[in-house]
């Protein structure tokens, strides 16, 4: 669950019109496992739906920390084969074999916030209890994590909004 919207906290009103926060910033550590990380050789990868958020599987990869680009390959087969059954990180299924995906993009490594839902103070019982969603963020920013991010190699480029380092965004091309 990735957006590129601008860093805010989501706040509600109580009954007696005192604003709250909904959200809180969640740093992914012992937890992420329990979290829909799946840990491959000690990375912890999840998948990332886009912006439209209707994707049967995911159009790109987080992996915690700043990791080697083919480690995050590695670890995003591994993250398909656990989540939806499947190895081949070329194709979704269904796509026509012919039709040929002649690399998989580059990872980025660069910078996210965590926010979860909901704020422990303010549990609301909705549907977004116990989820998360992660914001781009700039290398300084307050509660900012070290990510790698690659983009699925069957997804359309548009599909998931990944910093790209060409375009001035704060992030760097991985190794």
Known sequence: MTTTT???????EGDDGTMHPVEQL??????????????HRGLHVTGMDG????????VGFLVLGHQRWVDVIEAAAAYMARVH????????PGDDPSVLIPRIPRAVHTHGLFLRHPHPDHACACEWD???????????????VPVTALRH???LVTAVDIPNPDEGA??????
């Open 6 to 12: 601008s860093y805010e906290i989501e706040t509600s």
């Open 26 to 39: 969640w740093t992914p550590d012992d937890d992420a496992a329990e979290n829909g990380f799946v840990v």
């Open 51 to 58: 912006a439209t958020e209707d994707h049967l599987y995911p």
């Open 85 to 92: 059954g499947w190895r081949n990180l070329h194709l979704y």
């Open 130 to 144: 116990d989820t998360w969603r992660m914001l781009w963020a700039p290398t300084g920013e307050p509660g900012a």
């Open 153 to 155: 190699p069957a997804a």
């Open 170 to 175: 704060p992030a760097s091309w991985a190794a």
